[in-house]
């Protein structure tokens, strides 16, 4: 499955999850960053209903490897920057046990 096909297919099962009218997903969305006029780009961004930033972010990383430290720590930089408290990323196989001890409760993930 190619990248954004994959990207879709996450923010496809999110709208089960969080349902409207309560909630808004956007696919793809460009969002500032707290500090600075910077754009970050979202795979996934769960918004509550009225409110004009995401309160939950989604990342799709389709890799063949398992994902490593590097991979969850910039999302967690990037999950700072944009001021969202909480995160999950998708990815076709697991974290590694020893990654997923030092994982903050802030971040979760699936396999898909």
Do not use: N, W
């Not at 349902?19 to 006029?37: A, G, N, S």
């Not at 209903?49 to 939950?56: I, L, Q, V």
């Not at 001021?83 to 990323?89: N, P």
């Not at 990815?91 to 898909?112: D, I, K």
Request: charged share 30%; hydrophobic share 40%; aromatic share 10%.
């Amino acid at each position: 499955m190619e990248p954004d096909r994959y990207e879709k297919a996450l923010s496809e099962k999110l709208k089960y999850e969080f349902r409207e009218p309560t909630f808004k997903i956007v696919h793809d969305h460009h969002l500032e960053t707290i500090t600075d006029t910077r754009k970050r780009q979202i795979d996934v961004a769960i918004f509550r209903k009225g409110e004009s930033r995401p309160f939950f972010i989604a990342d799709a990383k389709r890799y063949k490897r398992k994902i490593g430290v590097k991979t969850v720590d910039s999302f967690l930089g990037m999950m700072i920057d944009v001021g969202v408290k909480l995160g999950l990323i998708a990815a076709p196989q697991v974290f590694p046990l020893e990654l997923s001890r030092g994982l903050s409760p802030r971040v979760s993930s699936f396999t898909c």
